[in-house]
């Protein structure tokens, strides 16, 4: 058996600890593991159960490893990562970000090569930070805007602001008409809608503040609300305010009213 943190083995049972809020702790049982390892840095595993290990199971370290860093450079800096396990169960379903320090990704045939996918890996590694918010209310955008735009700034950091524009462009298109965030009831709306709000107009939202106040003084707001934990809607404004001014507070809860 293996888990976020060192499991434990007595007299027949096993017993795993981690940390967690919205989404449940998980640990992985197979016949046995194989294992890559980062050389430098922080330091990174990625962890798979059964199948041999493969080449783009090589790549998908490598990029791990360059999305955790620029992540520790920003939105992360106040609160950086120093281990991380990336879990590859051989299942396939989808994916999903822990706060422990891990992310499973249980896409049998998962390759970074692809844009997507390299997205999806992105968005996993930094819900270390955003998994504070709510998943029963409009909180849950603290979660999966974050985790989205988090994701596509590493694609413009990394130098592919092609892929950024095209990423974004699309999120604009399925947010437009939307109905607002504060006071989205979730409870009452069909995925597809929950998606289109939580997702995807919260992350335009997020580029639309990045653009308002300038990319220093935005991965500082980010950096907070991280250290922070932050997990409302009020949090988060209050971090606007402090970190750039009442008036951008005032801006934002607008265009989340809207």
């Not at 609300?225 to 209050?238: H, I, Q, R």
């Amino acid at each position: 058996m293996r888990g976020t943190t060192p499991v434990a083995q007595h007299q027949g049972r096993w017993t795993f600890r981690g940390t967690t809020s919205a989404i449940e702790l998980t640990a992985l049982v197979a016949a046995r593991f194989q294992q890559l390892t980062s050389a430098k840095g922080p330091r990174i595993a990625v962890v798979k159960a059964e199948p041999p290990l493969l080449g783009r199971d090589t790549l998908l370290l490598k990029r791990a490893e360059t999305i955790i860093a620029f992540y520790n450079r920003s939105l992360g800096a106040q609160d950086p990562i120093t281990q991380f396990t990336v879990f590859l169960p051989g299942t396939n379903r989808d994916a999903f970000g822990l706060l422990d320090n891990a992310t499973v990704i249980t896409y049998s045939d998962f390759d970074v090569t692809k844009r997507g996918e390299l997205v999806i890996l992105a968005h996993e590694i930094s819900h270390r930070w955003w998994g504070y918010g709510s998943v029963h209310d409009e909180s849950e955008w603290l979660n999966e805007a974050f985790a989205t735009y988090s994701s596509l700034l590493y694609l413009q950091a990394s130098g592919d602001s092609t892929c950024y524009r095209a990423e974004l462009a699309k999120r604009v298109q399925s947010a437009a008409n939307a109905p607002a965030i504060i006071g989205f009831d979730r409870a009452n709306a069909p995925y597809p809608l929950f998606r289109r709000v939580v997702y995807d107009k919260g992350t335009v939202i997020l580029a639309a503040l990045h653009t308002r106040v300038g990319t220093e003084k935005f991965y500082a707001i980010l950096a907070k609300t991280a250290a922070e934990k932050v997990g409302t809607t009020a949090g988060f404004l209050e971090v606007v305010a402090q970190v750039s001014s009442p008036d951008t507070r005032q801006w934002l809860t607008a265009e989340l009213s809207r």
